[in-house]
């Protein structure tokens, strides 16, 4: 994805962002909202983790509302764990 080092709980929402645009297709992402943006530090590693909803078309009149968390490691800002 990118290589971008995560500084804030934005860079961490920029992360979802692009991780969801790649996952569902970007013209098929019409919103994202977060909930929840916070740091957790780990015995084994430290992550942002992400919380919200995005709003996927899912065809011509249809769309669904999709719940998901994401862990973005902070040194490379790629999403290491996800849950959709």
């Known amino acids: 994805m990118s290589d971008i080092r995560v500084e ?14 790649a996952q569902f297709g970007a013209n098929k992402v019409k919103e994202v909202s977060f909930s929840k943006a916070w740091y957790s530090t780990g015995a084994q590693r430290d992550v942002w983790e992400v919380e919200g909803d995005v709003v996927v078309k899912t065809g011509w009149f249809s769309k669904e509302t999709v ?16 849950e959709i």
């Open 8 to 21: 804030d709980a934005g860079g961490a929402q920029a992360s979802a962002k692009r991780f969801l645009a």
């Open 67 to 82: 719940h998901f968390r994401f862990q973005v490691d902070p040194t490379s800002g790629k999403v290491i764990a996800f």
